[in-house]
């Protein structure tokens, strides 16, 4: 007899970007993101609610490093937010 190990989880499991590849289900999902790459240029780009930035940017090909695969352990992939976008974000939150 095998038995399967379930493993407790407190977020969705989202593998390497995959959930960045699919297209918004809705118009309601779209969000307009404007990348500024290192000399200058605006690469705008649409994405949806929840995609993780730094696997959006690689899905359009923006160059952005991610050294440690968005894990959060090494800061090379940092993002920049205008201030007058700050208060419509919500408060950051481990996942």
Same mark, same amino acid.
């Given at each position: 007899? /095998?038995? =399967? +190990?379930?493993?407790?989880?407190?977020?969705?499991?989202?593998?390497? #970007?995959?959930? *960045?590849?699919? $297209?918004?289900?809705?118009? $309601? *999902?779209? /969000?307009?993101? &404007?990348?500024?790459? =290192? $000399?200058?240029?605006?690469?705008?780009?649409? #994405? =949806?609610?929840? $995609?993780?930035?730094?696997?959006?940017?690689?899905?359009? #090909? /923006? %160059?952005? @490093? #991610?050294?440690? %695969?968005?894990?959060?352990?090494?800061? &090379?992939?940092?993002?920049?937010? =205008? %201030? %007058?976008?700050?208060?419509? +974000?919500? *408060?950051?939150?481990? @996942?």
């Amino acid at each position: 007899m /095998v038995k =399967k +190990l379930k493993l407790p989880r407190t977020t969705a499991v989202r593998h390497h #970007g995959e959930y *960045e590849w699919q $297209d918004p289900k809705s118009e $309601d *999902e779209v /969000v307009h993101i &404007t990348f500024i790459n =290192k $000399d200058g240029k605006h690469v705008p780009l649409r #994405g =949806k609610v929840g $995609d993780n930035l730094l696997y959006l940017g690689h899905r359009y #090909g /923006v %160059e952005i @490093e #991610g050294a440690c %695969e968005a894990s959060l352990a090494c800061s &090379t992939c940092h993002i920049y937010v =205008k %201030e %007058e976008y700050l208060d419509k +974000l919500p *408060e950051p939150k481990e @996942e």
